[in-house]
Structures are given as C-alpha cells and as structure tokens.
C-alpha cells in the first residue's frame, strides 16, 4: 500500500513554549529549543505506529516553520540566534522557515514620541508576534489544496 505523503505546519512559538513550560519550566527560553525536523519526524512516528492495520503510513515530505524575528537593532542576540536556528534547520531540504518580524510597542513620552534611555535608545514596553497563525492556516489550505500533496 502506497504511503501517505505528510506536511508538518509548525506555529514555532507555540510550539516552543508548550514545550518548555512542559519539559523544563524554570530554564532560561533561549535554551529550550524544539528542534523541527526531530519534532516533525517523532509526530509522524507516532501517527503511524497508532494506526490501525491495513491503512498506510505517512512519510514526511515538508516541514514548514512560522515565526517572528526579533529586530536586529532591538534584540540583537535573539536576532542573531533565529538565523542561526533557521539556517541550522533549514540543512535539510524538507523544512523551510518563514520569519516575520516582531511587532515592538514602546514607553511614550507626555508629548506621545518614543522614550529613550540614557543611550538614546528607544524603551520597548512590549514584543508581539503578528501573522504568523493567518501563514500557518494559509500554508494549511495551501498544502490541502495542492494535488502532489
């Protein structure tokens, strides 16, 4: 019986902070990665050892990868580490990540401009992911949509 062709659609956030508040709740974010590929292999294990006799088996194709991108000037080492993470992941031809860049909300002034420290540097009162569900449910239709899938 001929496989399933499977496509893996991965929120990363989410992804990586369910993990870390599950697996290791009081380290630092930044050391509790998810590593996509290994993710997306271990789901389509799983799937395919709970099926029942006779239906066929998944076999990953794609591992499509959504998340934000910290700014280069704000978070210079969150920045730094996405590429690196991206490129490391993106070693295997299956995955692919898309970044969006983070949404930042700043500390105003009485006459509404941006505050600045003592460097001069704008005070960002908030970071916010925006858009990357609407990819992930776009890359969703897509990938169902698409006849070789």
Not at 109 to 126: C, I, L
Request: positive net charge.
């Amino acid at each position: 019986m001929p496989s399933l062709r499977a496509t893996v659609v991965i929120d990363y956030q989410n992804v990586h902070l369910t993990g870390a508040g599950l697996f290791q709740p009081n380290a630092p974010l930044h050391d509790c990665l998810v590593h996509p590929l290994h993710y997306s292999n271990r789901l389509i294990n799983v799937r395919n050892q709970n099926q029942r006799a006779g239906q066929p088996e998944a076999t990953l194709e794609k591992v499509l990868v959504y998340r934000g991108l910290p700014s280069s000037q704000i978070d210079a080492k969150p920045y730094a580490r996405n590429l690196a993470q991206r490129t490391e992941w993106e070693r295997d031809a299956r995955v692919t990540v898309t970044l969006r860049p983070l949404k930042y909300t700043y500390q105003r002034t009485a006459d509404g401009r941006k505050a600045t420290d003592d460097r001069g540097v704008p005070v960002v009162t908030g970071r916010q992911e925006k858009g990357v569900d609407v990819l992930c449910a776009l890359a969703l239709m897509r990938e169902a949509r698409d006849p070789e899938n």
